[in-house]
Nanobody
Framework: QVQLVESGGGLVQAGGSLRLSCAAS????????MGWFRQAPGKEREFVAA????????YYADSVKGRFTISRDNAKNTVYLQMNSLKPEDTAVYYC?????????????????WGQGTQVTVSS
C-alpha cells in the first residue's frame, strides 16, 4: 500500500511559478512510475506529466511541454512538478498518482494510488 500526499499548491499570477511536491509512504516507491494529473471544474481529469522509475524518462501533455518539469527523488520518496510560466488555464486541482504497471502510461486508468489533490489557481 502506498499513500501519497501533495503539497505546494496555491494562488499565483499568470506568468508565475509553483513547485508541487508529492510525498509517498512505503519502501517500494522506486518501483512505481509516477504521474501528475489535473482536473478543472466541470472537466475530466487529464494527464499532465509522468516519470519513469529511475527518473530517466519523462512524458508531458502538449499543453504543458516546455513549461512544466517532473522529477523524482527516490531517496526522499518524493516526486515534484515544477510549473513555470503559469497560465489561467492551468487552474485545477492537481493530483499525484503512482502505478505498479510495468510500462509507463498516460492514462489515469493505469494508476493504482492517488493523492488527495492540491489546488492551483492562476489569476490573469
Amino acid at each position: 500500500q502506498v499513500q501519497l500526499v501533495e503539497s505546494g499548491g496555491g494562488l499565483v499570477q499568470a506568468g508565475g511559478s509553483l513547485r508541487l511536491s508529492c510525498a509517498a509512504s512505503g519502501r517500494t516507491f522506486s518501483r512505481y512510475f509516477m504521474g501528475w494529473f489535473r482536473q478543472a471544474p466541470g472537466k475530466e481529469r487529464e494527464f499532465v506529466a509522468a516519470v519513469s522509475w529511475s527518473g530517466g524518462r519523462t512524458y508531458y501533455a502538449d499543453s504543458v511541454k516546455g513549461r512544466f518539469t517532473i522529477s523524482r527523488d527516490n531517496a526522499k520518496n518524493t516526486v515534484y512538478l515544477q510549473m513555470n510560466s503559469l497560465k489561467p488555464e492551468d487552474t485545477a486541482v492537481y493530483y499525484c498518482a503512482g502505478s505498479r504497471a510495468t510500462a509507463i502510461s498516460l492514462s489515469a486508468l493505469s494508476y493504482d494510488y492517488w493523492g488527495q489533490g492540491t489546488q492551483v489557481t492562476v489569476s490573469s
